[in-house]
């Protein structure tokens, strides 16, 4: 291709998500790091609607849909079979957090187990926002989804988000980082050195979804860097199973983005839940304490 891939366009405009979507951003700052020469595995969700209504489709690259729940296995089938055959394609998987941390974890162990060329990405927008806003394993504490609504007895999900960049340096990935949308030459580099890095490697995405966290289509960028400015999201790196680096912020309290997201205004109404708001508050402070994003004050 004659133009820098860096800016080319391998994921189209006209395509069928909603203005705003964090998710199809997402696939455009990848497709532009991972490039032409790249078979992308996309599991069943909201991106392979939006993205492919037969018979349209947003990408530029060969791209396969997979089961709901085994993009990592195909992905590792077209890795095994390209080596095979001495060709040198990058093989990426694309795929939803409830494809990843939930319905696909059996099929991405396996690949990573078997130590597979390949890097998946998940975008995370925190929930099934596809089939109607349910919880995942992703889902945030206190966040109301579908299937943990808030109400006179909950205060919405009660279990924690899925640690799933640990599970997947346990199993010997030599490069896992997370990054956001709201850091998109971050995004970038990190999906480039991803690809470039023999092996297993594993990049999580923030995609903030303004249909399921409730939110205006036009603040997508901003909530994103809400999340990582109070802690409930980080940006970092491990190599070889160890943080090497992540991304310093100077940290504000979360009550402005819980404030921000319908999924999380009963946390405020008829008046602020102090003891949850406090809950979510020191979620955010065990990020900053494990991943040392918190900016030193200078001495």
Known sequence: MSCDEKTCEFFEPGHRACGGCGPA???RLITRATGENT????STGCMEVFSTPYPETAWKTPWIHSLFQNAAAVASG?????????????????????ATFDIGILCISGAFERG??????????????????QRSGATPYDASTTTSPAGKYSTGNQRPKKDLPAILAAHGSPYVATTSIATPKDLMDKVTRAINTE??????????????WGFDGAKTMEIGKMALDCGLWA?????????????KVKRVP?????????????LFKPQPNEAE???????????????????????
């Open 116 to 133: 597979h060329d390949i890097t998946y990405i998940c975008y995370d927008n925190e929930a099934y926002m596809n089939t109607g806003i």
């Open 78 to 98: 077209v890795e095994a079979s390209i080596k095979r055959q001495g060709r040198d394609e990058k093989v990426v998987v694309i795929a939803g957090d409830g």
């Open 254 to 266: 979360v009550e402005d983005y819980l404030k921000s997201q319908k999924r999380f205004r009963h």
């Open 25 to 27: 951003l997402a696939a």
């Open 235 to 247: 940006n970092f790196e491990m190599v070889d199973g160890e943080i090497v680096k992540s991304r």
């Open 199 to 212: 092996g297993p490697c594993y990049i999580q995405v923030h995609t903030p979804c303004c249909t399921g």
């Open 39 to 42: 078979i992308i595995v996309a």
């Open 277 to 299: 708001i406090a809950k979510i508050q020191a979620i955010a402070d065990r990020n900053a304490e494990k991943y040392g994003i918190d900016i030193k004050p200078k001495k």
